[in-house]
């Protein structure tokens, strides 16, 4: 019967370097700069405009809090009836007011988030960056009422907080504004003079 051998931690240790290094590298080990350049060069996934891609995974995220901002208020009124929010939206003169408002805002912005999820070939076109300004917008407005009749219920600073997330749409209102009005100077500045 023969010995079964058990290498050494130190040789088991190399193995699991170089097999790693293969699987995240795609090839053996890279020796030099200038394989790693080599490497670089031809990696697929290597973004080409890095520049372009920060700023559209950016634009992911700030859309993406945003929905989330959307969500959370049509959640509570919905699911949880003893929630302040849905206590407070109960006040206005409908509660469709409210959940109606966050409902047409999200839907607004959704073909915003796809355009960058899925077609940044479409980015060019403004007509869905102003949809979603007018969405950021409008849930401002919505979680400014809802600051406002949640004053007279005197529940310690609950209007402070929606008068926050007011602001923090407004704030993302404002980085789309300020998208489209670039896009707009660019499109005046490039445009063929006659």
């Keep these: 019967m023969r010995h079964l051998e058990f290498p050494t931690f130190r040789a088991a240790w190399r193995r699991i370097v170089a097999a790693v290094a293969t699987s995240v590298l795609g090839v053996a080990m890279l020796h030099t700069a200038e394989d790693l350049r080599r490497y670089v060069a031809q990696a697929p996934s290597f973004v080409r405009n890095q520049d372009r891609a920060e700023v ?4 992911i995220f700030i859309a993406v809090i945003f929905l989330l901002l959307l969500v959370e208020p ?18 206005a003169p409908s509660e469709w007011c409210i959940t109606g408002a966050f409902g047409l805002c999200f839907a607004s912005m959704l073909p ?17 960056r102003i949809a979603a300004t007018f969405s950021a917008l409008g849930a ?14 005197d529940v310690g600073g609950l209007e402070w907080a929606y008068g926050i997330r007011a602001l923090a749409t407004l704030c993302i209102a404002g980085i789309y504004a300020f ?11 490039y445009a063929p003079h006659d």
């Design 56 to 59: 559209r995974v950016q634009a």
């Design 179 to 189: 998208s489209v009005n670039s896009q707009q100077l660019r499109e005046v500045m």
């Design 140 to 153: 401002s407005v919505t979680w400014i009422v809802l600051a406002n009749l949640a004053i007279p219920m």
């Design 112 to 128: 915003h988030l796809w355009t960058l999820l899925f077609r940044p070939d479409l980015l060019d076109q403004k007509g869905y």
């Design 74 to 91: 049509l959640y509570y009124v919905y699911t949880v009836p003893g929630a302040m929010i849905a206590k407070v939206a109960s006040t």
